[in-house]
């Protein structure tokens, strides 16, 4: 059986600068993993790439088996996307976004009608989805997108930062829907700064630092162990624990 | 008052920062930063010969041209911001709510913190030429030095009181939507006294001229540029009083600073709901009548998608009532040509078709797997444009028909005029993929695209508008040489160019769906 994702040698340059330098990401069938590491460590840029949202400069990418840049069409239809940057169309609301998202993707109309009435329900967004997505919250947008990319029922879904300004109430619902979504065989690859939440949701890890996969495997075995925040600062490299300078922060004694 | 220098000199200096800023990053940043540094080193020099070159004028037209250019420079001053608002990081006294300072420091660092720059300086340069258009004599420049630069100053706290007053609704959605399309009709009111004049529609500018000097002469600019051309004991009692009216405004501009500061943010505050769609029922359920019903939405509540309308209809009444004036050349240049102009202009809207999507395209290219995908994308925008702009250049066509003296020449006009408008929409399909540029996220009337783009947008318009010509031209010229029977094939022609071009953009684009992501996609 193919792994849900798998890259070999991912490279992608912008000026002099290297974002991804060499990446051999693999995520197998089924698993909820987690992309963790410091803010620059190329998560983006990698997740973009493996999207077929921005051009590799080398490497290859593999979805279920199907190379992404050759064979698209056996991969777009089988990913959902929420990339960061909470990027949708304002003008629309939150409903005639689903509705464009599924006609787009050839879905019959009751059908996205039935689907968007759903997942709008569980994202608790029943209220508001008639308000244009311009006025919606962080936490709204992170919701909806999260549902304009569920509503094709993908085979993997690539999430950037999808808890990021999230509300624990809602967070709570989307980690629900993720999970029940990975039991029944589906893939969630999603990219975070929050070790606990990754230790608490995941069973697959890969650790970032500089462009690279420094660590990867079942949390377990990256852990070793430890907490994943320990495993993650050693693997980084802590730099500097905040003990030098700054003698002058404080109430005075 | 150490404080108060200090922390205005600060302002100066953060200010100065900023506009060096925007010498660091890429060429064309840089380009743009030196064009902007010469526009307006010529500006100031323009504006300083043109005011001064008003002094030989007879005295009278000359006191009321000089009233009239001051007047302007304060209207622009008020205006300009406005529009420019969220560039000039200074300007918004919310992002200083938070630092220690008082609202004298802030009011004094604000004031001289939008006196520097090279815009302001060219301006101040210009009203300088003031003082040679109207000085005689020796008091007149005594009295001229201090005239202009309180005129500055008026300038200055006006443009200030007002944004201030309109932060609270310049930050949240729906004033910048409402100032987007009211900023856009301020730039064309401008045209509209050009436009009577063209017209013939009034008398002698002169007379226009005095009885606006009538009307602006008890204005803090009109008084400033009496009290030069007075330059005794009346202009003096007429500086006061426009030193009255800049402290006047200072106080009131603090009043609404401190009111600013301490209100809360509406920029959060969500609007109300849309109606669901009727009109969706009658559009087809698949990608196609989705993107036609997404792009007739965006038309209606995308402030730049109306500023583009809006702009496009008003430049094509422009068109049709100057061609009038020419006349003399047979009813088909005076009919044919206009309706045909319109639909360019019109047309052209179609040269960065993705423009508008601008971020949001990603949604689209996550589902597009064949170049067929993104000819469906282009065909239901070209749909979604021909449903607005076939019964508006039918319009226009009669109109022009009626204005020349014959409806039924509309019948020759507006199908030649759609053929027009499918041949732009093809090859601008073509422009969207392979010059694709960033709009703006905010509208100013000075730059059409994101910074660095602005030459490439304006490389692409025009292209493209040259393109449509010379491809429009066998159907249009022989209608316009009188083969009027030749407007039957010009529809069946423009729609094979639109489909033509579309074929050959989604061949093209899609091969380069990141690369035009990214070109829509740019910081602005």
């Known amino acids: ?253 | 008052m150490a404080g108060v220098a200090g922390m205005t000199w600060l302002f100066v200096r953060l200010k100065l920062s900023m506009i060096r800023g925007g010498l660091r990053g890429d060429a064309g940043r840089q380009a743009g930063f030196v064009f902007s540094l010469a526009a307006a080193l010529l500006a100031a020099a323009a504006g300083f010969a043109l005011l001064s070159l008003i002094r030989l004028a007879p005295s009278g037209v000359a006191l009321d041209l000089v009233t009239a250019a001051f007047a302007m420079f304060a209207v622009g001053w008020v205006v300009v911001p406005l529009m420019a608002f969220g560039l000039d990081e200074t300007l918004d006294p919310a992002r200083l709510a938070l630092f220690p300072l008082t609202t004298r420091q802030l009011a004094a660092g604000m004031l001289a913190a939008s006196a520097a720059g090279p815009w302001p300086l060219a301006s101040l340069a210009a009203l300088c030429g003031g003082v040679v258009a109207l000085a005689h004599g020796v008091g007149g420049v005594l009295l001229g030095v201090p005239a202009v630069i309180l005129q500055f100053a008026f300038c200055l706290t006006a443009s200030r009181l007002v944004t201030t007053v309109l932060s609270g609704a310049l930050r949240s959605r729906r004033g910048r939507d409402l100032l987007a399309v009211a900023a856009i009709f301020a730039v064309l009111l401008v045209q509209v006294p050009n436009l009577l004049l063209n017209g013939r529609l009034s008398g002698d500018p002169t007379r226009i001229l005095a009885a606006a000097g009538e009307v602006m002469r008890w204005t803090p600019p009109g008084l400033a540029a009496h009290a030069i051309a007075d330059g005794g004991l009346i202009g003096v009692a007429e500086l006061i009083v426009v030193a009255m009216s800049v402290v006047v405004l200072a106080w009131l501009w603090i009043a609404a600073l401190r009111y600013a500061l301490v209100r809360p943010d509406s920029s959060n505050q969500g609007g109300g709901s849309v109606r669901r769609s009727r009109t969706s029922r009658f559009l087809l359920g698949g990608p196609l009548g989705a993107v036609v019903a997404k792009e007739l939405k965006y038309a209606r509540r995308e402030p730049r998608a109306r500023v583009n309308w809006i702009t496009a209809v008003f430049v094509s009444a422009v068109v049709m009532f100057s061609i009038r004036g020419s006349g003399g050349t047979g009813w088909t240049w005076a009919v044919v040509g206009p309706a045909c102009l319109a639909a360019l202009v019109i047309g052209l809207q179609s040269a960065n078709s993705f423009g508008i999507d601008g971020r949001s395209l990603w949604m689209n290219a996550v589902a597009f797997s064949t170049p067929r995908d993104l000819r469906t994308d282009l065909a239901g925008r070209h749909l979604a444009m021909a449903v607005v702009a076939v019964p508006l250049i039918a319009l226009a066509s009669l109109a022009a028909a009626l204005v020349a003296g014959d409806a039924v020449w509309a019948l020759a006009a507006a199908p030649t005029a759609w053929g027009v408008l499918g041949v732009a929409m093809g090859v601008g399909a073509i422009t969207s993929v392979t010059a694709p540029y960033t709009f703006p996220e905010r509208m100013n009337a000075f730059s059409g695209a994101a910074p660095g783009q602005g030459g490439q947008a304006f490389g692409a318009a025009f292209v493209t508008m040259v393109a449509v010509s010379v491809l429009a031209l066998p159907v249009v010229l022989p209608v316009l040489l009188g083969l009027t029977w030749w407007a039957l094939l010009a529809v069946p022609y423009g729609a094979a160019a639109a489909w033509a071009g579309r074929r050959v953009a989604a061949g093209i684009g899609f091969a380069r769906l990141p690369e035009l992501l990214a070109a829509v996609s740019r910081p602005t």
């Open chain 1, 1 to 253: 059986m193919a792994d849900a994702v798998r890259t070999q040698g991912l490279y992608k340059r912008f000026g002099p600068q290297v974002a991804v330098g060499g990446v051999d990401l693999v995520v197998p069938k089924g698993s909820f993993a987690g992309l963790v590491g410091p803010n620059g460590a190329g998560k983006t840029t990698t997740l973009s790439m493996v999207t077929g949202l921005l051009r590799p400069d080398g490497g290859r990418i593999e979805i279920d088996g199907h190379d992404v840049w050759a064979d698209p069409v056996k991969v777009k239809a089988n990913i959902g996307v929420l990339p960061e940057g909470l990027r949708l169309f304002e003008r629309l609301s939150g409903r005639e976004l689903l509705m464009y998202s599924g006609q787009l993707r050839g879905i019959p109309l009751d059908e996205i009608g039935r689907r968007a009435d759903e997942l709008l329900k569980v994202m608790d967004l029943v209220e508001a989805q008639d308000k244009l997505v311009v006025d919606y919250s962080t936490g709204m947008r992170k919701k909806i997108g999260l549902a304009a990319a569920l509503l094709h029922n993908p085979r993997v879904l690539f999430l950037d930062e999808p808890f990021e300004g999230v509300d624990p109430v809602s967070a709570n619902t989307l980690t629900e829907v993720l999970r029940r979504y990975t039991a029944s065989g589906s893939t969630v690859v999603f990219s975070s700064h929050v070790m606990d939440l990754v230790e608490r949701l995941c069973d697959w890890v890969s650790v970032m630092n500089g462009g690279l996969v420094v660590a990867q495997g079942p949390l377990d075995d990256v852990r070793r162990g430890r907490s994943l925040n320990e495993a993650f600062l050693d693997l980084v490299g802590v730099r500097g624990n905040g003990e030098d300078g700054l003698s002058w922060l404080g109430s005075p004694a």
